[in-house]
């Protein structure tokens, strides 16, 4: 099914399943017709699941593999680029990027010339009022997502099908929808970042710093005594934006490994390398009449002979949000009530830690198990009531732990492997009749070098710097024919689009095919390799307009190879190729074939299905019988 035709796909099967539901309460005469029998779908969305892992280790996971033996196995071609947003976008619209909006975690302005998340973004009160150091909100503030399109399951619960979506991506905040459904990826921690946790150090020797994802604050113990200020949201009622706090208190037994915590009105005892539960805290924001509700986790680390705490990002409290986690509202609430209190922080499994010293590889896949078994909870509350219709569960702990170990620890991906295989394995047990779905929405490889796609821009001269500034602040754009963003992205600084384009539009295509000629001939020379295995244009492998927002080429790297962290963010280091030393070391933002995920079902599907486009037809004709145009 191409972008054309998915475009109209929500649209058509709404209007049969408004005329058949018209039909049947004809019939009834007014009377509340009967439910009809609807069949049991359920959906597990396995980030990252790699089709070379599994069949690697189908003797290890055998739930998984005898799915794939008894049902049907594909292989999914996943989307261009392969990054998780614009997959799941593509699954949830059945639209290609021209269709949904999303081509890269990162989109620039080409108006402004600055970066912004593709996921969502927060709108303030447009009226204020200011009283001294207050600034007090008259209208209320809003959260807009940017993905467009609407959301398969919207057409099947218009049509009367039960759906519960648990934990989607790029689905915050989540659509309005007759079913329940609880945000995934794109949601953000109460400080609104997609993920901040707080290092305190009393060790001389580990410097007060800031991280992406993370801080590093110095601890002071006096009479064995540590009070540990922890950042909240910042306070929006303030005219100077200041960040919220709340003390936590720390007294170490100066005798053994074991320290009392108190955080707000709680209390709990830890011992060295023990981790929390979830201890709910609130931030004030005007005294004791408004607070920000939260919830931590702490991990005592380290509490001899310096402390050592690991303190989680501030969890939204799904019983007191203060953000739309959920649709109804109060959904969220259910679920921690019936289930227990759960990370709604988008991507909860803290690869920034690791990545930054705050944990080492034992403490992160022990925190990721956390996340994992937190979320593996609400799956359980809902397949024990699962009857029929729709229940999509998304995980993100195999995606997440491959990012961190893949190829260099394989046993700890393994492990969150068999947590989905025994997750398979329940399922079946418990809904025997339901048809099962496993799916991904790409597979992964391994990371080993790093091109600064700008740096080599500027040595093909296609980009000159100023040099002051960093990022795109530092680009001469009157001397600048090209520019990446994001981590596929390449830019043309197009006249009448970009605020200082110089390129004439009618030279682009000229531009564009010799961009494309000279990255494929591109070489790393300490590799003799190539860098740059594809690259596509948007206008040639898409089906509608494109956006402004879209890039005029997505870069396809061979495998081992990715655009930087600072290419992501527009940057220019001085060489183009360097190794990759991060602890993140595997990924999946290449070429688009190396990269597929994988489609296992226990009832062998009607239709083919060969990507994520037709899988969202799959799911909406499994409920709305007919041709879909």
Known sequence: MDGRKSAGILRTTRVKAAAALAFALALSCGRRAPTPHLPGVIVLGIDGMDPAFLDRHKRSLPHLSGLRREGQSITLRT????????????????????????????????????????????????????????????????????????????????????????????????????????????TPDLRGTFGTFTYFSSDPFDPPRETPGGRFVRATVTGHRAVLRLEGPPNTLRRDRAHSFIDITVDVDPSAAVALFRAGEERLILKEKEWSGWIRVRFPLLGSLVSSAGMIRIYARRLHPHLGIYVSPVNVDPEDPGLPLSTPKQYSRELARAA??????????????????????????????????????????????????????????????????????????????????????????????????????????????????????RAEGLQESTGEGTGLAAVDWSRTQAYA?????????????????????????????????????????????????????????????????????????????????????????????????????????????????VFLSSRKQERAVSSLEDLTAVLIRRFIPGPIQ
């Not at 949904?100 to 204020?128: K, Q």
């Not at 009022?129 to 997502?145: F, I, K, Q, T």
């Not at 001939?521 to 494109?546: G, M």
Request: aromatic letters at 10%; proline letters at 8%.
């Open 340 to 457: 227990g209190p759960y990370y709604t922080q988008g991507i909860a499994e803290d690869t920034a830690a690791l990545r930054h010293g705050a944990l080492d590889a034992d403490e992160f896949a022990a925190q990721a198990m956390l996340v994992a078994q937190d979320h593996l909870k609400l799956l359980d509350y809902e397949l024990a009531r699962f009857e029929s219709g729709l229940l999509f569960f998304h995980f993100f702990g195999v995606d997440q732990v491959s990012h961190m170990f893949w190829h260099r620890d394989e046993p700890r991906v393994l492990a969150m492997y068999r947590l989905v295989d025994d997750t398979v394995g329940r399922i079946r047990a418990r809904a025997p009749n339901a048809e099962l779905i496993v799916m991904s929405d790409h597979g992964f490889t391994a990371f080993d070098r790093a091109m600064h796609l700008n740096s080599w821009l």
């Open 79 to 186: 989307t261009v680029p392969p990054q998780s947003p614009v997959a799941w976008s593509t699954l949830i619209t059945g639209r290609d990027p021209s269709g949904h909006g999303i081509f890269d975690f990162v989109h620039r302005d080409p108006r402004t010339l600055t970066m912004f998340s593709s996921l969502a973004e927060t709108v303030g009160p447009r009226w204020r009022l200011p009283l001294g150091p207050w600034e007090l909100p008259l209208s209320a503030g809003s959260v807009r997502r940017f993905r467009q399109g609407e959301a398969f399951w919207q057409t099947l619960s218009q049509a009367g099908v039960p759906v519960t979506i648990l934990r989607m991506p790029n689905n915050f905040p989540p659509v309005d929808c007759e079913g329940l459904s609880l945000a995934g990826m794109g």
């Open 485 to 597: 963003a994001g981590l596929n992205g390449l830019y043309l600084n197009l006249a009448g689009r970009e605020a200082k384009g110089v390129v004439d539009p009618a030279h682009r295509q000229r531009i564009l095919d010799s961009l494309r000629n000279r990255l494929l001939a591109a070489r790393d020379p300490a590799r003799n390799a190539r860098p740059v295995e594809t690259v596509y244009d948007p206008r040639q492998i898409f089906h509608s307009p494109l956006p402004e927002t879209a890039p005029d080429l997505i870069v396809g790297y061979s495998p081992g190879y990715r655009a930087s962290w600072q290419t992501a963010l527009g940057e220019a280091p001085p060489r183009i190729f360097e190794d990759n030393t991060d602890a993140w070391i595997g990924d999946h933002c290449v070429a688009a074939h190396r990269v597929p995920g």
